[in-house]
């Protein structure tokens, strides 16, 4: 079945980086563009960008662009957000989600919490 | 500050039609596809409504989705207890660099 399986949850310190993973199966990896969304403890939904698995472009939203970077493996079919100087308000659950001919979400992840504190 | 307005709450009673609406803009629900997300507590959301008013495969015929100018509407009819979640519009906007944008999010609750 069609499965995206994130990396587990991490603590951070303001400042750093974070690295979350995402890894797909259950269908051709290269053929789905991904989309990466997270969500502050209770707050809403807030897109963060897109990556094309089969050539490794990207759009961002504009608040992230400088500080977001998604790149993707296609010999794991995995899918990567990496997100540095991290500050107290990137505390959330990231998602990743499969497009689906412009449907964002058709399958999405589990979520990672990343939690940032000193 | 959402980009799609949506109301914070919506309520009913089991077995009524209940309406959640989301209001853009021509950049984005004027110009594109709007869609619905169910998020029950503590989980990833789930696509409810694709393209303005397609269901996925498995979504009950109780979920209906319109759009009409820069508005749209989740409608839920025959409401049951476990359709208690938050509701996500979002469309694609055009405006700058084409991305993504979602509303606040609804609070259903049933009465």
């Known amino acids: 079945q069609v499965q995206l399986v994130q990396s587990g949850a991490e603590v951070k310190k303001p400042g750093a980086s974070v690295k979350v993973s995402c890894k797909a199966s259950g269908y051709t990896f290269t053929s789905y563009y991904m989309h990466w969304v997270r969500q502050a403890p209770g707050q809403g939904l807030e897109w963060m960008g897109i990556i094309n698995p089969s050539g490794g472009s990207t759009s961002y939203a504009q608040k992230f662009q400088g500080r977001v970077t998604m790149t993707r493996d296609t010999s794991t079919s995995t899918v990567y957000m990496e997100l540095s100087s991290l500050r107290s308000e990137d505390t959330a659950v990231y998602y990743c989600a499969r497009d689906w001919g412009g449907s964002l979400g058709d399958v999405w992840g589990q979520g990672t919490t990343v939690t940032v504190s000193s | 500050q959402s980009v799609l307005t949506q109301p914070p709450s919506a309520s009913g009673t089991p077995g009524q039609r209940v309406t959640i609406s989301c209001s853009g803009s021509s950049s984005n629900i004027g110009s594109n596809y709007v869609y619905w997300y169910q998020q029950l507590p503590g989980t990833a959301p789930k696509l409810l409504i694709y393209r303005n008013n397609q269901r996925p495969s498995g979504v009950p015929d109780r979920f209906s989705g319109s759009k009409s100018g820069t508005s749209a509407s989740l409608a839920i009819s025959g409401l049951r207890s476990e359709d208690e979640a938050d509701y996500y519009c979002?469309?694609?906007?055009?405006?700058?660099?084409?991305?993504?944008?979602f509303g606040g999010g609804t609070k259903l609750t049933v009465l």
């Open positions: 979002a469309a694609w906007d055009d405006s700058l660099s084409a991305h993504v944008v």
